[in-house]
């Protein structure tokens, strides 16, 4: 294994040699494997002003592959900007080429994070007066609690992209440092926050974010900051809602659940001026792990939602998409998300009834009385993912 290990090593090291210094600065791991393709996600709300976004990315650990969930972060200092790492493909190895700050945005392969995040440069916002102003075009940023922003949709590329490769050169991505990359390569950086490296220790040790268990899937792409827990829940519920992993009733007990736990956190601040005890945080933590727990095993007990290729089944699957975007944008609580699944729960099962007693089918007359039902909780939906508030995080 010893000689094996020196000559990979010594491979590696010829490889390195044989390429340009700039393109392998500060590359610490290579691979023989492709990093898979980067995942569909959307972007969490900004948790306050002040926050940067860094994109999620796959890592390699002793199991292979990991997601590192994309992420908002304080930076290390002030106008600095985010320059991702990326996978650069050569001689046989994939060798990674880790992210830094920096008063530019460097080279990073190519890649198309989004989020601003294109594959040259970066747009989704400036640092200006000693404030960074967040371009809402392309970022999720909540206006009425962060004041610095402006939109401009010049920078957005309407193109569809198709091509997720998450990795530069043969195979991958063609694409080289420009001028002004390589100028920033060579201007004075700063590693990762601790915050970073514990976000990236935290993926590396949960198992449903390794390739090898989720085949490229990974269960959290994205958390509003680093141990943005009850948000990184939600995320969860989102995607199980939208891909029919989670049905109706199993969200509405989850969300519920949920529900209460925000309740106990808002009764405990207050009494204790805000904060928690680390009794109080212990006992969340506790809480947080059985509703995770739930979440995989309500998400893989093979029971799911299936609507059928009719109208009735349009209407259930758009219902529950437009609550699954709700429950990730943060525009319903958890409370909200419990009472609209109690609805589609109850319409549900007057569904199943009508059909049972007549032999599979739907009459007319049911359809039609489903559809006026449908209708309210339509309307109920959209009331609650348009009257102001915000999901706690």
């Known amino acids: 294994m010893k000689r094996l290990l020196n000559l990979r090593s010594l491979l590696y090291a010829l490889i390195v040699c044989a390429l340009p210094a700039s393109a392998f600065a500060g590359v610490f791991i290579s691979v023989g494997i492709a990093p898979p393709v980067l995942p569909v996600y959307a972007q969490p709300p900004c948790p306050g002003d002040g926050y940067l976004w860094t994109p999620g990315y796959w890592a390699y650990g002793a199991a292979g592959y990991y997601w590192v969930p994309g992420v908002w972060v304080h930076p290390p200092r002030v106008g600095v900007l985010w320059t991702p790492g990326y996978w650069g493909f050569a001689g046989g190895f994939y060798a990674w080429h880790p992210g830094y700050w920096g008063p530019h945005v460097g080279f990073y392969g190519g890649v198309h994070y989004g989020f601003g995040y294109g594959g040259v440069g970066f747009v989704g916002g400036v640092w200006r007066g000693g404030f960074f102003h967040y371009n809402t075009?392309?970022?999720?940023?909540?206006?009425?609690?962060?004041?610095?922003?402006y939109v401009d949709r010049t920078v957005v590329n309407n193109t569809v992209i198709n091509n997720h490769v998450s990795f530069n050169g043969p195979g991958g991505i063609v694409a080289r440092p420009t001028a002004q990359e390589q100028m920033a390569m060579h201007e004075q950086h700063f590693q990762p926050t601790a915050n970073q490296v514990s976000h990236q220790q935290m993926a590396s040790q949960d198992r449903s974010q390794f390739a090898s268990f989720n085949h490229g899937r990974p269960e959290t792409t994205a958390m509003n900051t680093v141990n943005g827990r009850r948000f990184n829940q939600q995320g969860r519920i989102a995607n199980g809602v939208s891909s029919g992993q989670l049905t109706a009733h199993e969200t509405r007990n989850l969300e519920g659940r949920e529900a209460n736990l925000n309740h106990e956190i808002h009764n405990d601040r207050e009494a204790n001026g805000g904060s928690l005890t680390g009794q109080e945080r212990q006992q969340v933590n506790r809480q947080?792990?059985?509703?995770s727990r739930s979440i995989y095993d309500d998400k893989h007990n093979g029971a799911t939602d299936r609507y059928g290729n009719n109208e009735v089944g349009d209407r259930r699957y758009n219902q529950q998409q437009r609550i699954a975007q709700g429950i990730r944008s943060g525009q319903m609580d958890p409370s909200e998300a419990a009472r609209s699944e109690n609805r589609e729960q109850n319409i549900n099962r007057s569904v199943a009834r009508d059909r049972q007693a007549n032999g599979g089918r739907?009459?007319?007359q049911e359809r039609r009385n489903i559809n006026r039902r449908q209708n309210g909780a339509s309307r109920q939906i959209y009331r609650e993912k348009h009257n102001g508030q915000r999901a706690p995080r």
Request: hydrophobic letters at 45%; aromatic letters at 0%; glycine letters at 4%.
């Open 288 to 291: 947080q792990d059985n509703i």
């Open 362 to 364: 739907l009459t007319g």
């Open 137 to 149: 075009a392309v970022m999720n940023v909540n206006t009425a609690i962060v004041h610095n922003t």
